[in-house]
Nanobody, 121 residues
Framework: QVQLVESGGGLVQAGGSLRLSCAAS?????MGWFRQAPGKEREFVAT????????YQTDSLKGRFTISRDNAKNTVYLQMNSLKPEDTAVYYC?????????????????WGQGTQVTVSS
């Protein structure tokens, strides 16, 4: 069983930055970040494979959000820069078994509890 614990969320002004962390217990897997804004469906943000050699993220966030990982710490990160009020959401990390990259919710096997990010204008 894998447990994922997110941290690093909070309140930030527009234009600011936050770095989310997701610490995983147990085995190492491919990882991803999703977010869910109030009244909206959970959406894909970014993913990174097990080795960290490949990443993919949604086009609309390229240039502002970056996923990375430290396998020695079994932790994945999401660096978020130039934050906008529309980035306000609960951010979830998730893990999947297997190789390659995953972009849909159903492909992920384990989920964290989420961390709130609020961007004020």
């Amino acid at each position: 069983q894998v447990q994922l614990v997110e941290s690093g969320g909070g309140l930030v002004q527009a234009g600011g930055s936050l770095r989310l962390s997701c610490a995983a217990s147990g085995r190492t897997y491919g990882m991803g970040w999703f977010r869910q804004a109030p009244g909206k469906e959970r959406e894909f943000v970014a993913t990174m494979n097990l080795s960290g050699s490949s990443t993919y993220q949604t086009d609309s966030l390229k240039g502002r959000f970056t996923i990375s990982r430290d396998n020695a710490k079994n932790t994945v990160y999401l660096q978020m820069n130039s934050l906008k009020p529309e980035d306000t959401a609960v951010y979830y990390c998730a893990a999947y078994r297997g190789i390659g990259l995953r972009v849909t919710l159903s492909e992920y096997n384990y989920w964290g509890q989420g961390t709130q990010v609020t961007v004020s204008s």
